[in-house]
């Protein structure tokens, strides 16, 4: 009965590879996220979709793709894999697309790009 | 440009004693101010938050403080205990944005020694 739950938990692949990270929640929330927390430690927002619609797009390559199928998931792909996207990427989730929701955030996927 | 800083990257405190985590912010937009702890291979967890328009809030063994003139906040444990050893992160928004995302700083390792 995880809330946020992450798959894979860990990635490790070549570069030029494209990848997929799947995130579900149990919620019931209407907002889902993307963070990269990078080597620096740095939790940076990537994406944000409230009732799969697109509402945050900070200013991440186009590599990535995020896919929103229905509120509970939000999927996150990426084409051609380069050494810097190796980071721990974090799901989370909100009850609405307010700033003062608690986000609820998944274990974390930890790429490692070769 | 690093918008909330915590500029201390570890702290130990003896069991029983207090713990105070800071954190600085430079945008006078954020009125929502948050901590989230983390343990190593999760994510991280809401702790405790605090609106602008309060300078205090307290739950339990954890008490928040906002000086707003000095745009700067703080987490007090007390006491603390070995299982507050995490990751805690501070974290701000602002509401009135309509971005309604958080910034989040680097982190502050809390080792808490039996």
């Known amino acids: 009965d995880t809330a946020v739950s992450q798959t894979p938990k860990y990635l490790v692949t070549q570069m030029g590879n494209d990848k997929s990270i799947k995130c579900e929640q149990n919620l019931g929330h209407d907002t889902m996220y993307w963070y990269k927390q990078d080597s620096k430690k740095f939790l940076k927002i990537m994406f944000s979709?409230?009732?799969?619609?697109?509402?945050i797009n900070e200013t991440v390559p186009n590599r990535f793709s995020p896919k929103s199928p229905d509120k509970a998931h939000l999927n996150l792909h990426i084409n051609s894999l380069e050494l810097g996207d190796s980071a721990v990427y974090f799901c989370a989730s909100s009850q609405a697309h307010q700033g003062w929701e608690t986000q609820y955030f998944g274990p974390g996927t930890r790429l490692l790009v070769l | 440009d690093q918008q909330v800083k915590q500029n201390s990257p570890s702290l130990s405190v003896q069991e029983g004693r207090i713990s105070i985590l800071n954190c600085d912010y430079t945008?006078?937009?954020?009125?929502?101010f948050l901590w989230y702890k983390k343990y190593p291979a999760e994510g991280p967890t809401f702790l405790i938050s605090?609106?602008?328009?309060?300078d205090k809030n307290e739950d339990g063994r954890f008490t928040v403080f906002l000086n707003k003139s000095a745009k700067h906040l703080s987490l007090h444990i007390v006491p603390s205990q070995p299982g507050d050893s995490a990751v805690y992160f501070c974290a701000a928004s602002a509401t009135t944005s309509g971005t309604y995302k958080y910034i989040f700083g680097t982190g502050t390792r809390l080792k808490v020694l039996a």
């Open positions: 945008n006078s937009m954020f009125d929502y």
């Open positions: 979709y409230n009732n799969k619609e697109l509402i």
């Open positions: 605090i609106s602008s328009i309060k």
